[in-house]
Every structure is written in C-alpha cells, then in structure tokens.
C-alpha cells in the first residue's frame, strides 16, 4: 500500500498558514498543526513545564500555574539566546510528534491519500528533507500586518526571505483574495498530487 504523499505547509506570519491547512482537510488530507502541538506541549507536558521554570523562572507562569505563552514569547523575542534554547528545547519534540503520528496513519487500515503539516519555520531549521511536497502561502506585508496582533517586524528578520522559500517550494500561493480562491488553489493541489 502507497504511504501518504506528506505535505509542509509554510509561510510568513499572517499569510495564512492555517486556513490552507484546514482547506486540505476540506479536500480529503490528514492534517496537523506545529503551532498546536507546541501550544499542546507548553500546557500538557510536565516535563517541558519543569524546563521552562527552571530556565526562565515562575514569572512565566500565570494565576492557575500555567504556562503563560505571552510571557515566554516577551521573553525570548528579546533575547536570541532564549529562543534559540527554547527552538532547541520544542523543536525535536514537534517534530517527533508530527512523524509519529505519520506514521500511525501510513500503518493503518485506511491511511489517507496526503497529509499535510503546517510548519512555520519549515526552512529556517531543514525540515523540508522530512516531506515529499512543500506548499509556500505568502501575502502581501500590508495583507499579513492586518491579519495578525503579532509585531511582524519584530519576528521576520530572522526568518528566510519569503522569495528564497518560494523558489524552493513545490508549490506557492499568493493568498491575498478571497477564501474561495485559496479553497480552490489546494483543490488543484490536492488533484495534482493524488492523480
């Protein structure tokens, strides 16, 4: 039996990353998100907690002794060092997360023709090696500023230049219209992959 087609998905911040994952759901692929494994690990995971106390203190916790994500991101977009620890901390348990769970699909009874993973920083740290097909989203600064509270300015600099990921990509999409039209855009993709 044919393993799944795996797909990454990836692109700036606001350019709508997980509206294209949730179109590929639409159009017949498993899908998974990065973002919500991590946001998974921050809450569930005692032991990624206990690391996260221990390297920047119980500040980053909130009333209920949470994992306050505000408070770790104040931190570590002002720090290079902290962020590249807390990458290096989240990084291998995602990726391990979003693997395994390939797997499990590709060994069951009914595996789905793709699957598609939303992965952020897909270049910036090689995980293109690990999919078949990369799906680039991009859209206009003015487009992705008002899509998102997130101070782009601040986080872009250190990602890879939306054309160098876009020449890599198998596939890119410009997705300043309508939903419809990025709908249809993963139809076609979806289509090409699986005929």
Do not use: C
Request: aromatic share 6%; glycine share 8%; charged share 30%.
């Amino acid at each position: 039996m044919a393993r799944p087609i795996a797909v990454a998905i990836t692109g700036g911040i606001g350019a709508g990353k997980s509206e294209a994952l949730a179109a590929f759901a639409r159009h017949g692929a498993a899908v998974i998100s990065s973002d919500e494994i991590v946001h998974r690990l921050l809450s569930d995971d005692r032991d990624v907690r206990a690391q996260l106390v221990e390297r920047f203190g119980k500040a980053i916790l909130d009333d209920e002794g949470e994992v306050d994500r505000g408070a770790i991101a104040e931190i570590v977009f002002a720090d290079p060092e902290a962020l590249e620890w807390l990458e290096g901390l989240l990084h291998p348990l995602v990726v391990q997360e979003y693997m395994g769970w390939r797997e499990r699909l590709a060994e069951g009874d009914d595996p789905p023709p793709v699957t598609a993973t939303e992965v952020p920083l897909l270049y910036e740290v090689g995980g293109e090696e690990r999919f078949d097909v990369v799906v680039v989203v991009t859209a206009p600064p003015d487009v992705r500023a008002a899509r998102t509270d997130v101070d782009t300015a601040e986080r872009e600099p250190r990602l890879l230049p939306e054309s160098i990921k876009v020449a890599q990509a198998d596939f890119a999409y410009v997705n300043d219209g309508s939903l419809e039209k990025l709908d249809d855009f993963v139809k076609g993709v979806v289509r090409e992959l699986t005929r």
